[in-house]
């Protein structure tokens, strides 16, 4: 079992910045690939990001690329997403995410409880 908790979501304006973090605990991380989704209201969960635990590979939607960066504190088994340059439709919940995949919610085994990101215009 993997447990993950995010948190540093919030309230900001379009062009604002704000850095989520999910603390995991549970089975050894190494094995797995740590994502990022969001799903605003009435549309489907989406991929944001996607960090490889071991090696530090990362992956990026378009719509987010070079503006959120994902990475990784293996001592503290924390996984972060910083985001920058924020847009009234990056309004979503964040969720973190465990599991095999890279992009697809799908093969993902062990989510977080979701933090509200709200980007006002």
Not at 2 to 27: P, T, Y
Not at 67 to 82: E, G, H, M, P
Request: charged share 15%.
């Amino acid at each position: 079992q993997v447990q993950l908790v995010e948190s540093g979501g919030g309230l900001v304006q379009a062009g604002g910045s704000l850095r989520l973090s999910c603390a995991a605990s549970g089975r050894t991380l190494s094995k797995y690939n740590m994502g990022w989704f969001r799903q605003a209201p009435g549309k489907e969960r989406e991929f944001v990001a996607v960090i490889m635990w071991s090696g530090g590979i990362t992956g990026y939607a378009d719509s987010v690329k070079g503006r959120f960066t994902i990475s990784r504190d293996s001592a503290k088994n924390t996984v972060y997403l910083q985001m920058n340059s924020l847009k009234p439709e990056d309004t979503a919940v964040y969720y973190c995410a465990a599991g095999d995949s890279w992009t697809m919610a799908g093969g993902y085994d062990y989510w977080g409880q979701g933090t509200q990101v709200t980007v006002s215009s």
